[in-house]
């Protein structure tokens, strides 16, 4: 078999001085096609079978060079393992799903936010995205063809069909039954703009994601109180000095962490005087850290201050000693539950690098903040809403002005309340790389979010092991990136609250007290109990909202007489993506003998 036509030659035999390359390459591929040359070279080899799984694109933007050059590494293991004999099949597929299709259907649409999706309807957004995320598939075929790469286009796969959903529902029952599934409140990455969190791992996998930014950070004196302790007593009247580079997250405040370890000392203030907008003092922060603040201490210098110190205490001691909130905003311990917050709390993640020594916590807007406080049965407040606007709690207060405003451009008005309360010791500008979605290219937040999680961390020790049997090229991914990203794997967050994706398969119960729980892996099973299956307006088979979301059911077993009906999230669009070597081939419902 030849994979080359011959060269015609001139008429007197010789060859063109000037041969027209592009020309010479459509001769050649205008042969493979007549040929069928590339299903030949698959049909040849009935011997081992060398799997081949190509990351697929979204068709609903254009290619381009770093297309290109990807798609020749690809081409080139691909017909390597051909010449050494192996059956490479390499069936091309494509990615429709997730918000990426989200946000192009609605800026065609001439959309901005959600709520004009739910007003528009569910069912006609999902007909647009669907529409649109095909849109450039012949010009993508196109480009694959030209570039001289063998793939197979005849029998690609789209993760928008039924037959890939049903395959990814199942192995979200797979995961259910194995009870490494969950539904938990924990604080994620969160896109304000797009109103969605982001998994940890989305923060790692664009070079644009992390960027310089520039952040106002304050340093604020929290009073001590009066308590039992021999430490409360002797601190109560003392301000203890907390840092932070997010002054949004302060009307949130519930308790300050310290490291256990660590020497905190008091000074009184200094006989040069501190602002009028800070408090008069004494001050209890690191002693590390003394030196650094010093002047704004009322001290010339930090020797100054080290010598007015007057005591010390570990972090150790300092545990439980308990403060008076920034603001009265959640202080109804019967209506928020937060009768164990505002006292400070040890913390081995706490450092002397910068700040005080003393980190500020924010249960709702830390990952760590929120670990610490729930140990300590302190509750999680959201005082934002889905676009990260304050809600209407500080209307009363002297918060006022921040309802309804962005939380980054609330930081200017709460400094200012701050200041104006005497509660301010330092104010400064502050430039660190900061993550922004990738998609969007907003600066994110993190936010509190229920979300459907995979739990990772019962398996993450027999991933660490697998990866020692896997022969990376180049090898140093084994230990390094990938070796490094398995060993700090976190729990996975897999919902998102969108529209366009495949559904979260759940079914719980609306009854107040009841906890019952339904999850199906398959329409077989969806027939079996609602009776019917969820069906377009078509009459088709069809997983995507709103037509499961029409699946419900009285529960018998509820005494509330609560209905079963489907969590509204979808799933990231990377569960997608994770299933795609068996939902490519409609595994189990297909192909089982074969995959």
Not at 176 to 194: A, E, H, I, M
């Amino acid at each position: 078999m030849s994979f080359y036509p011959k060269v015609t030659t001139d008429p007197t035999g010789s060859t063109p001085a000037s041969p027209r390359f592009p020309d010479l390459e459509k001769r050649v591929l205008e042969y493979w096609k007549n040929d069928d040359t590339f299903q030949a070279s698959i049909d040849q080899r009935e011997g081992e079978e060398f799997v081949f799984y190509d990351g697929p694109p979204f068709a609903n933007g254009l290619p381009h060079y770093g297309h290109l050059l990807t798609g020749y590494v690809k081409d080139l293991v691909a017909r390597y393992q051909t010449q050494r004999g192996k059956r490479v099949e390499r069936r091309f597929g494509w990615d429709t799903h997730g918000l990426p299709a989200e946000l192009e259907a609605m800026k065609q649409l001439g959309m901005t936010d959600k709520k004009q999706i739910e007003a528009m309807g569910i069912d006609k957004f999902n007909d647009a995205c669907r529409t649109s995320v095909m849109k450039y598939a012949d010009e993508w075929k196109q480009y694959v063809n030209r570039q001289a790469r063998w793939v197979d286009f005849e029998n690609d796969y789209k993760t928008l069909n039924v037959e890939f959903m049903e395959s990814v529902i199942w192995a979200f029952k797979q995961l259910s039954d194995k009870d490494l599934t969950y539904k938990g409140f924990r604080v994620l990455p969160y896109c304000w703009k797009d109103e969605t969190p982001l998994s940890n791992h989305e923060l790692r996998m664009d070079d644009d994601v992390y960027k310089n930014r520039q952040d106002q950070t304050v340093t604020v004196g929290f009073t001590i109180l009066a308590g039992e302790t021999e430490a409360s007593k002797e601190l109560a009247g003392v301000q203890a000095l907390a840092w932070t580079t997010t002054p949004w997250t302060l009307p949130t405040n519930a308790a300050l962490a310290v490291h256990p370890s660590i020497d905190y000392v008091v000074v009184p203030a200094g006989e040069a005087g501190v602002k009028a907008s800070a408090a008069a003092g004494p001050f209890l922060l690191s002693r590390d850290l003394l030196g650094s603040y010093a002047k704004d201490l009322g001290y010339k210098d930090a020797k100054e201050a080290a010598a007015a110190i007057t005591a010390s205490y570990t972090g150790e001691q300092l545990a439980g000693v308990r403060y008076q909130p920034l603001w009265d905003t959640y202080t109804d311990t019967e209506k928020y539950g937060t009768e164990n917050a505002w006292q400070i709390l040890t913390a081995d993640y706490v450092t002397v690098a910068d700040g005080t020594g003393i980190v500020h916590q924010a249960p709702a807007y830390g990952e760590d903040d929120q670990k610490v406080c729930e140990e300590h049965g302190i509750p999680v407040i959201l005082s934002v809403d889905e676009g990260a606007k304050f809600l209407p709690v500080f209307g009363n207060g002297p918060l006022a002005e921040i309802v309804g405003v962005q939380v980054f451009d609330a930081n200017k008005t709460i400094t200012n309340v701050l200041k104006d309360e005497a509660k301010l010791i330092k104010q400064a500008s502050y430039e660190h790389s900061y993550p922004h979605c990738w998609r969007c290219r907003t600066p994110l937040i993190y936010r509190a979010i229920s979300s459907w999680y995979v739990e990772v961390s019962k398996f993450k020790d027999r991933m660490v092991e697998l990866n020692e049997q896997i022969n990376w090229i180049p090898g140093n991914v084994k230990h390094g990136q990938f070796g490094k990203w398995l060993e700090n794997a976190r729990d996975w967050s897999i919902s998102r609250n969108r529209y366009w994706g495949s559904p979260i398969p759940v079914w719980e119960c609306t009854g107040a007290e009841c906890e019952h729980r339904e999850v199906f892996g398959s329409l077989q099973e969806m027939q079996n109990f609602f009776g019917r299956l969820p069906v377009n307006h078509e009459g088709q088979p069809d997983l995507h909202r709103p037509f499961i979301d029409e699946l419900t059911k009285a529960h018998e077993g509820c005494a509330e007489g609560g209905t079963l009906k489907r969590v509204e999230d979808v799933l990231d669009v990377w569960f997608d993506s994770g299933s795609m070597p068996y939902a490519q081939v409609h595994y189990p419902f297909n192909n089982q003998e074969w995959f």
